[in-house]
């Protein structure tokens, strides 16, 4: 019998939500909002005829050190030799892991927050630490007392999911200045677009720590989630260091191509924002005006306590069409996690609840 290395024994495949069309067919149903997935309402910026454009060089291989890269490095800032491109930002989160660990070093993160730090350690071969979230934020004083000879890599989600909650730049300061250097610290800022806290520390002063990385995502607020395309920000020196562990064509010509326009469309952005804003007020409101615990959101979802029949709750929804996140594999069962959606997908689901509610009223 052919068994898996030992360290991806204990963990357990990545199981997607169902997709709107699973839903469709399962419930049979004409119609699925999903707001699982923290997928931007607005759709692709991306139009057809710029993927067409795309397809006819399919035949050769991608151009991934021009075009992107460069356009990213004015976006922000930075020289070309301070970004990598990835599959994905899942793909940057694994290269780090498989770039800097030995099965000697360990990594550190929290309890309840994305999944893919501890897939990247075991694929790694290496331990992980998960510390609880205190107060539903990253517990900074806990991460420090955790440090230990063999600690390499930390991961923080920043804003973390599920929670929406951040380390503010006071909280960086005082992880940063007590972190030893050898310890590269990965801020994963998926939903940094998202943050309004006017205490946010902007890239700039995040990079002027020698060890310190930035992976970001044209997933969320850019539409392009379909496309699998992220990168990661970090000094010339530890970027070439991750690239030792990159396959030679790891982002395909669309994705390339995609970002590039997308990375253009400043009235999309300013039109995404907006629309996660009201979302972000109207969801917060109406789930408070019920009862229930909305943690504070920086980001595009927001981690709703529900109590003992969340579960429950999420699968009714998923009938009537609706399609939330249940928070069990975050380590909160009593929680759900909903994506901002459009004002009307946010209004349906609220609808929906209201009539799940009155027939099982929320316990505890
Ligand atoms: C915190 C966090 N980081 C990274 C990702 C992965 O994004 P990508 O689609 O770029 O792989 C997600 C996706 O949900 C996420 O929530």
Known sequence: MITPRHQLESIPPYIPG?????VMNRFNLSSVIKLASNENPLGCPVPPHIFADAIRSAHQYPHYTTGLIDQLAQHHQVSPHQLILGNGSDEILQLIALSTLNPSDSVLTALQTFSEYRFSAA?????CY???LRNYQYDVPALLQALNPTT???YIANPNNPTGTILNRYDIETLMNRIPPSVLVVFDQAYDAYVTDPHWMPLSDLLAYPNV???????KLYGLAACRIGYAISSPSIIQLIQKARSPFNVNSLALIAAQYALTQTQFVQDSLAMNQAGLRYLTSELTQRGMLVIPSQANFVCVKMGPTAKQVTQM????????RHLAS???PDFIRITIGSLPQLQSFVLELDTILSAHPLQG
């Open 330 to 332: 975050f380590g909160y």
């Open 123 to 127: 694929l790694a071969g290496a331990p």
């Open 130 to 132: 998960e510390i609880p």
């Open 317 to 324: 929804l998923l009938e009537r069409g609706i399609i939330i």
């Open 213 to 219: 990385v930035v992976t970001r995502t044209f997933s």
């Open 152 to 154: 390499k890599l930390m």
């Open 18 to 22: 169902l997709s709107t069309q699973e």
